[in-house]
C-alpha cells in the first residue's frame, strides 16, 4: 500500500506543487483586496510583507511544477532561485517586525526585539551569498541557507509574534473571538517552519547531511512537499480568517460613524428648528393642497395671526389677488423646477393692510422623489419699497440739480501704479455741464479713465488730483489742457478714501481776452516807445545833417587836391566814407521819424514781391541761398506806398541771409484771410475780424532767435550783427511802415530751427 501511495505522489507531485503555489497565492492576494486603511489595528502595516511572501512564494511553486513538466535550464534554475530568496525575505522580514511589535510585553521581549534591527536581513543576506559562492554549488548550497537562515527564522519569529501580538491586544481581539486563529497560524507557521526550513535538499554539512529530504522521504514514504502544501493551505485558511478583525473594525466605525451622524443630524435639525423659529423673514410650509402646515414666529407676529389659526389656513387667504395668481401659476413650476421666485410680491395682514414682499419658494420630495410641500422664504421689505420711493425722488430732484447747475461736475477714483504713484483717474460720475463744457459726451466718460479719453492728457493734473486724495486738502486750480485747448478754474476736493470730485469753469474766453489785453498793453507800450525814438531821432537827425553836410564838402573837396600817394590821401577818404555813412543814417533816421504814408496806389502784391526780389537774387545766388516762392493766385489788389513795402521785403530778405552765411533757403508765401473766421481767433491772431488781410511770410533755415532777442528785435539801435555789420533801425523802420499800413508784423522763431517775419496787409473792401 505504502508503494502505491508513494508512487501515486511521485508521478503527480506536479498537482502537489499547484496546490501548494495556490494557496499561497490566494492568501496573499486575500490581505492585498482586504480593506485595512487607517486601521488602529498596528499589523495592518505589515500585513503587506506577507502578502507578497505569498505571492512571490507561490510564484517559486508554480516554476518548481513547470521544471517538473518542462525540463528545467541554468537560466530557469537561476530565475527560480531569486524568486525563493526574496520570497524568504519577505517572510523573515515580516517575521522581524510582528515579533518587535510585541516587544512592549516584556523586557526578555524587548531584549530580543532590539536585537532584530533593520539591519539584519541585510547581514543574513550577505553571509548566505559569501558561503554559497565559496561551495561548488551555489544554487543549491545558497537555497539551503537561505532556507536555514531566513525560512526557518522567520516562520519561529512570526510563531512567537503571532503569539505575542494577541496577548498585546486581548482586550480589543478577545471579543472577536479570533484567539484560535492566532494559535492556530503561531502552530502552522511552527511546523511550515520545520518542512520548510529545516528539511532541506541532502548536501556534505551538518546538518543537511544527516537531516534532509531523501530522509524524510525514507521514513515518512511521502515527499516534504505534501505536508508543505497542507501547512500551506492550512496557513492560507488562518490569515483570512484572521482578517475578519479588520471587518469587525470597519463595522465598528461604520456603527460609531453613524451614531456620530446621527447625532449630528439631531444637532442639526434642532439648530435649523431654532434658526427657521429665530430667522427675521417669514418663513412658512404649504402642503399640495396649498394649506399651510408650518408657519414660524416672525410670520405670526407680522400679520397678527396665532400659530393655530395659519395652520391649516389656505394660502389664497394670506396673499393679495395679484400675487396669489403669480403664486398660483408658479405651483406646476415648482414641481418640475424645484424653485419659484416672486420679487414684487403682495401679502394681506390680519387687518387688511397690504405688505410688499419678497417670496422665494422651493420644493420638498419625498424619499421617492414625490413633490410633498413648498418650504417658502418671505421678506417684508413694505419699509424698504417706500424708502427706495423717497430716495428715487431725491434723486430725482438732485439731479435736475445736478445736470441744471452751470459749473461741471465729475465723481472719480484714482488709480496707482504699483509703487502707489498716481498714473490715471476714472470717470465715476459727471453731469451735463461736464459736457457743455469738454465738448466731451458724458457716454463716453463714464467708467473711463483719462487717459482712456485724452490720451495725452498732462501729468499734472492727476498729480494734483492725487494729491487731494493723499492730504485731504481742497485745491483751486487755473491751467490749460493743451489737448482740448482749453483753460479751465477747477474746485478739487476729497469725496471718500479713494475719491475726490471736481466743480470746474471754462474759462478759455476769459484768459483769451486776458492774453489779448496783455498783447494791447504790449503794442501800446511799443507805439509809444517807437513814437518817443521817432521824435528824438528826428531832432538828433537835423541837428546832425547840417553839419555832417559841411564835413562831408570840405572833405571831398580837399581830397580832389590832394594826389592819392600823399599820405593824407587815405585819412581823407575814410573822413569821407565815414561821413558818407552818417548822413546815410542820418536818411534812416529822419525816414524813421516820418514815414510818408500819403502815396499809395493799388498793387498785385504777388508782382510786387516777383520785382523786389530780383533786387536781391544776385547777392542770395553769391552765397549759396535758394529763394523758393508759394504765392496764391489771383490774391485782391491792396493799396500800399510800393517804395515802403518794397524797403521791407528787402530788408527782411537781407536779414533772412544774414541769419544763413553757410547758405540756405528763403521761402516767400502769400495768402488771404477772410472775415468769417470768429472773433475770438482773430482778436488773437492780431486782426480785425471785420477785414480781410494778405498775409506775406518770410521764412529762412538760419540760426533763428532766443526768446530774450525776439523781445526787443523790433526796437530801434537793437542788433545782434557785429560793430560796423548793422545799426538796429531796419527792423523797427519795417515795424513803422507795416503800422502806417493798419497792419501788422510779427517775428516766429526758435534757435538752431529758423525764423519766419509774418506781414499782414489790410485788403479794403467796398464802401471803405
Given at each position: 500500500m505504502m508503494d502505491i501511495i508513494q508512487q501515486w505522489f511521485q508521478n503527480n507531485l506536479d498537482i502537489v506543487f499547484f496546490v501548494y503555489g495556490f494557496a499561497f497565492v490566494v492568501m496573499g492576494i486575500a490581505i492585498l483586496i482586504q480593506p485595512k486603511k487607517e486601521s488602529e489595528f498596528r499589523i495592518a502595516d505589515i500585513l503587506w510583507l506577507l502578502a507578497i511572501f505569498g505571492i512571490t512564494h507561490g510564484l517559486s511553486e508554480f516554476l518548481d511544477m513547470w521544471s517538473i513538466i518542462k525540463k528545467s535550464n541554468t537560466f530557469f534554475d537561476i530565475f527560480r532561485w531569486f524568486i525563493l530568496v526574496i520570497s524568504y525575505c519577505l517572510l523573515f522580514e515580516f517575521g522581524r517586525q510582528l515579533f518587535s511589535l510585541g516587544k512592549d510585553r516584556n523586557s526578555f521581549h524587548k531584549r530580543i526585539a532590539s536585537v532584530l534591527t533593520r539591519w539584519l536581513l541585510l547581514i543574513i543576506l550577505i553571509f548566505i551569498f559569501i558561503f554559497a559562492f565559496m561551495s561548488a554549488d551555489f544554487l543549491k548550497i545558497g537555497n539551503i541557507l537561505v532556507r536555514y537562515f531566513l525560512g526557518f527564522t522567520g516562520c519561529i519569529l512570526i510563531t512567537f509574534g503571532f503569539s505575542s501580538y494577541y496577548k498585546c491586544n486581548e482586550i480589543m481581539l478577545k471579543s472577536l473571538k479570533v484567539k484560535r486563529y492566532f494559535i492556530l497560524a503561531s502552530l502552522s507557521f511552527l511546523v511550515y517552519g520545520f518542512l520548510g526550513g529545516l528539511v532541506v535538499p541532502k548536501a556534505n554539512f551538518f546538518p543537511a547531511d544527516w537531516f534532509n529530504m531523501d530522509l524524510f522521504f525514507e521514513v515518512i514514504h511521502i515527499p516534504v512537499q505534501f505536508f508543505r502544501a497542507i501547512c500551506a493551505v492550512i496557513v492560507s485558511w488562518v490569515i483570512i480568517r484572521m482578517l475578519k478583525i479588520f471587518n469587525w473594525e470597519m463595522r465598528e466605525k461604520f456603527i460609531e460613524s453613524t451614531k456620530v451622524l446621527e447625532k449630528r443630524l439631531i444637532d442639526v435639525e434642532k439648530r435649523y428648528q431654532d434658526i427657521v423659529e429665530n430667522a427675521s423673514d417669514m418663513i412658512h410650509s404649504v402642503n399640495i393642497d396649498g394649506h399651510i402646515v408650518f408657519a414660524n414666529r416672525k410670520e405670526c407676529e407680522i400679520l397678527g395671526y396665532s400659530r393655530e389659526e395659519l395652520d391649516g389656513k389656505y394660502i389664497k387667504e394670506i396673499y393679495a389677488p395679484e400675487t396669489w395668481d403669480n403664486v398660483k401659476k408658479g405651483f406646476e413650476k415648482l414641481r418640475h423646477e424645484g424653485i419659484l421666485f416672486v420679487e414684487n410680491g403682495k401679502m394681506i395682514k390680519k387687518n387688511g393692510e397690504k405688505l410688499d414682499v419678497i417670496i422665494n419658494s422651493s420644493a420638498i420630495y419625498d424619499s421617492v422623489g414625490n413633490f410633498v410641500r413648498t418650504r417658502s422664504i418671505i421678506k417684508n421689505v413694505t419699509e424698504q419699497k417706500y424708502a427706495e420711493y423717497a430716495l428715487k425722488q431725491s434723486e430725482k430732484h438732485y439731479r435736475m440739480l445736478f445736470d441744471k447747475m452751470n459749473e461741471g461736475f465729475a465723481l472719480?477714483?484714482?488709480?496707482?501704479?504699483?509703487?502707489?504713484?498716481?498714473?490715471?483717474?476714472?470717470?465715476?460720475?459727471?453731469?451735463?455741464?461736464?459736457?457743455?463744457?469738454?465738448?466731451?459726451?458724458?457716454?463716453?466718460?463714464?467708467?473711463?479713465?483719462?487717459?482712456?479719453?485724452?490720451?495725452?492728457?498732462?501729468?499734472?493734473?492727476?498729480?494734483?488730483?492725487?494729491?487731494?486724495?493723499?492730504?485731504?486738502?481742497?485745491?483751486?486750480?487755473?491751467?490749460?489742457?493743451?489737448?482740448?485747448?482749453?483753460?479751465?478754474?477747477?474746485?478739487?476736493?476729497?469725496?471718500?478714501?479713494?475719491?475726490?470730485?471736481?466743480?470746474?469753469?471754462?474759462?478759455?474766453?476769459?484768459?483769451?481776452?486776458?492774453?489779448?489785453?496783455?498783447?494791447?498793453?504790449?503794442?501800446?507800450?511799443?507805439?509809444?516807445?517807437?513814437?518817443?525814438?521817432?521824435?528824438?531821432?528826428?531832432?538828433?537827425?537835423?541837428?546832425?545833417?547840417?553839419?555832417?553836410?559841411?564835413?562831408?564838402?570840405?572833405?571831398?573837396?580837399?581830397?580832389?587836391?590832394?594826389?592819392?600817394?600823399?599820405?593824407?590821401?587815405?585819412?581823407?577818404?575814410?573822413?569821407?566814407?565815414?561821413?558818407?555813412?552818417?548822413?546815410?543814417?542820418?536818411?534812416?533816421?529822419?525816414?524813421?521819424?516820418?514815414?510818408?504814408?500819403?502815396?499809395?496806389?493799388?498793387?498785385?502784391?504777388?508782382?510786387?514781391?516777383?520785382?523786389?526780389?530780383?533786387?536781391?537774387?544776385?547777392?542770395?545766388?553769391?552765397?549759396?541761398?535758394?529763394?523758393?516762392?508759394?504765392?496764391?493766385?489771383?490774391?485782391?489788389?491792396?493799396?500800399?506806398?510800393?517804395?515802403?513795402?518794397?524797403?521791407?521785403?528787402?530788408?527782411?530778405?537781407?536779414?533772412?541771409?544774414?541769419?544763413?552765411?553757410?547758405?540756405?533757403?528763403?521761402?516767400?508765401?502769400?495768402?488771404?484771410?477772410?472775415?468769417?473766421?470768429?472773433?475770438?481767433?482773430?482778436?488773437?491772431?492780431?486782426?480785425?475780424?471785420?477785414?480781410?488781410?494778405?498775409?506775406?511770410?518770410i521764412s529762412d533755415t538760419g540760426v533763428g532767435m532766443s526768446e530774450e532777442v525776439k523781445k526787443h528785435v523790433f526796437e530801434p539801435f537793437y542788433t545782434t550783427k557785429e560793430v560796423g555789420k548793422g545799426t538796429g533801425l531796419g527792423l523797427s523802420i519795417c515795424y513803422e511802415i507795416i503800422k502806417k499800413h493798419n497792419g501788422t508784423i510779427e517775428v516766429e522763431s526758435e534757435v538752431g530751427k529758423g525764423t519766419t517775419f509774418v506781414v499782414k496787409l489790410p485788403v479794403k473792401v467796398a464802401g471803405e
Open positions: 472719480c477714483e484714482m488709480i496707482w501704479d504699483e509703487q502707489n504713484k498716481p498714473i490715471d483717474f476714472r470717470y465715476l460720475s459727471v453731469n451735463q455741464s461736464w459736457e457743455n463744457n469738454t465738448g466731451i459726451r458724458c457716454d463716453m466718460a463714464m467708467n473711463h479713465t483719462i487717459r482712456e479719453i485724452i490720451p495725452s492728457i498732462e501729468q499734472f493734473w492727476i498729480d494734483k488730483y492725487a494729491e487731494v486724495v493723499q492730504t485731504g486738502n481742497p485745491v483751486h486750480i487755473e491751467n490749460r489742457v493743451k489737448s482740448l485747448d482749453k483753460w479751465f478754474e477747477v474746485f478739487a476736493y476729497k469725496y471718500s478714501d479713494n475719491k475726490f470730485a471736481a466743480i470746474f469753469s471754462d474759462i478759455t474766453e476769459r484768459k483769451n481776452m486776458e492774453k489779448e489785453k496783455e498783447k494791447l498793453q504790449a503794442q501800446l507800450l511799443q507805439s509809444e516807445k517807437m513814437a518817443a525814438v521817432g521824435q528824438l531821432a528826428g531832432g538828433v537827425a537835423h541837428e546832425i545833417n547840417n553839419p555832417m553836410g559841411v564835413i562831408l564838402g570840405f572833405a571831398q573837396s580837399v581830397v580832389k587836391m590832394v594826389k592819392e600817394g600823399d599820405s593824407l590821401y587815405i585819412p581823407l577818404k575814410s573822413i569821407e566814407r565815414e561821413a558818407i555813412r552818417c548822413k546815410k543814417l542820418v536818411s534812416n533816421l529822419l525816414t524813421f521819424s516820418r514815414i510818408d504814408d500819403k502815396v499809395k496806389d493799388k498793387a498785385d502784391i504777388n508782382v510786387l514781391i516777383d520785382d523786389t526780389i530780383s533786387l536781391v537774387e544776385a547777392h542770395a545766388k553769391i552765397k549759396n541761398i535758394e529763394i523758393i516762392k508759394r504765392y496764391v493766385p489771383d490774391l485782391p489788389q491792396i493799396e500800399i506806398n510800393k517804395n515802403q513795402i518794397e524797403q521791407v521785403i528787402v530788408n527782411l530778405c537781407n536779414n533772412a541771409m544774414d541769419a544763413m552765411p553757410e547758405g540756405g533757403t528763403i521761402t516767400i508765401t502769400t495768402s488771404q484771410i477772410d472775415a468769417d473766421l470768429n472773433a475770438p481767433a482773430c482778436r488773437q491772431a492780431g486782426i480785425n475780424a471785420d477785414k480781410k488781410y494778405i498775409i506775406i511770410s
